[in-house]
């Protein structure tokens, strides 16, 4: 294996040495299947080509001090991929199978799990696609769910320094009875010329409005919203917006810490009266913000330029409990043997 500089990964793909697959045919999940092969034979007709039966999710393992492995809050994955697969009606992958997927995926890529002072983690992405032929729209068949790995460093490429968001009226990622709820590639599509948009104005993402009324926050392209004012922390609560699981547990941390936590509608005007900005998420952690800009108002909402004073101590508790650090009061981390 050619030496990986740990400190200098971004958030990009990487070869690693072997993959899991599971195959769903003649209605029933196969056994695990290793793979050391970064390609998948696919038929032409599969509905996930066409009519974007796929659903993916993001988690990471990361390396103790003690050299125990932990994965973070993987069976909320399993989850989540389970509700994903109701609303785009896939075959519903059992717990179980993604559990032990993931893990043997981890335990198979060990000397990729980067070491524990780099800052640094294992990336995990499970994928599920209807991989059965259909020409006319309907479920697939056939599924294939997939576990894949890879080391990665921080996710914007300013780590954990403040970035800035863009609000466009004139996009719209998911409508509200739409599919924003679910972790399906078909909501990526949806942003993909926004989101360029945004990267040419210098922007790291988009800030979404409610599509419907664009009265609303909603949540940033790949990660959810929050603000910190007084004492609270506040994030969205939308039908349109994936459920994070870092925002899930940032709430707890929030509460722990002493915030009031409010998941409630957050009128667009608010963005005016917060101390505090972030989008959280897998990949980012907490990606603190220190500007939006409306970019149909010509309006411009700033914070600090260094990252505030609560959205350092979530972001400091959040990664000592998933490095170990900390005790893991809440049983999210799971030890891979
Ligand atoms: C995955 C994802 C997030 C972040 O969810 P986590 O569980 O925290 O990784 C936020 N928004 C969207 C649209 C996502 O797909």
């Known amino acids: 294996m050619e030496t990986i500089n740990w400190k200098e990964l971004g958030f990009g793909y ?6 899991v697959r599971c195959y769903y045919r003649d209605g029933k999940w196969g056994e695990l299947e290793i793979s050391s092969s970064e390609t998948i034979n696919l038929h032409m007709g599969a509905t996930a080509l066409h009519y974007g039966q796929e659903s993916f999710e993001g988690l990471k393992a990361f390396m103790g001090k003690d050299g125990r492995i932990r994965i973070f809050r993987m069976r909320e994955n399993a989850l989540r991929m389970q509700h994903s697969c109701d609303g785009i009606m896939m075959e519903k992958l059992p717990v179980e199978i993604f559990e032990e997927a993931v893990l043997k995926a981890v335990r198979l890529n060990k000397s990729f799990v980067p070491p524990h002072d ?22 697939a068949h056939e599924y294939l769910f997939i576990v894949f790995v890879m080391p990665v460093g921080p996710y914007f490429k300013e780590g954990f320094k403040p970035t800035d968001l863009v ?34 104005g210098g922007f790291s993402a988009v800030l979404y409005l409610d599509s419907k009324e664009k009265k609303y926050i909603d949540e940033c392209g790949p990660a959810n919203f929050f603000a910190i004012r007084g004492n609270s922390y506040i994030t969205p609560d ?45 990949a980012a952690v ?52």
């Not at 009031?260 to 009128?267: A, I």
């Not at 500007?291 to 508790?317: C, H, M, Q």
């Open 286 to 337: 907490i990606s603190p913000i220190k500007r939006i800009f409306d970019a149909d108002e010509n309006r411009e909402f700033v914070y600090g330029t260094e990252p505030g004073i609560w959205s350092t101590r979530l972001y400091n508790k959040l990664r000592a409990i998933q490095y170990g650090d900390e005790p893991d009061k809440y049983g999210w981390n799971a030890i891979v043997e």
């Open 14 to 19: 990487m070869k690693t040495d072997y993959n």
């Open 118 to 139: 780099s800052g640094a983690s294992l990336y995990i992405r499970p994928l599920l696609i209807g991989s059965g032929a259909e020409i006319g729209v309907k479920p």
């Open 167 to 200: 609000i466009y009226r004139h996009f719209d990622r998911a409508a509200p009875h739409g599919t924003g709820k679910y972790k399906v590639g078909g909501n990526y599509a949806a942003s993909m010329v926004s989101g360029q948009e945004a990267k040419h």
């Open 238 to 282: 939308s039908e349109s917006i994936l459920p994070s699981i870092t925002n899930k547990s940032l709430m707890v941390l929030a509460g722990e810490l002493g915030l009031t936590v409010e998941k409630r509608k957050v009128p667009y005007e608010e963005l005016a009266t917060f101390d505090e900005v972030g989008a959280c998420g897998t």
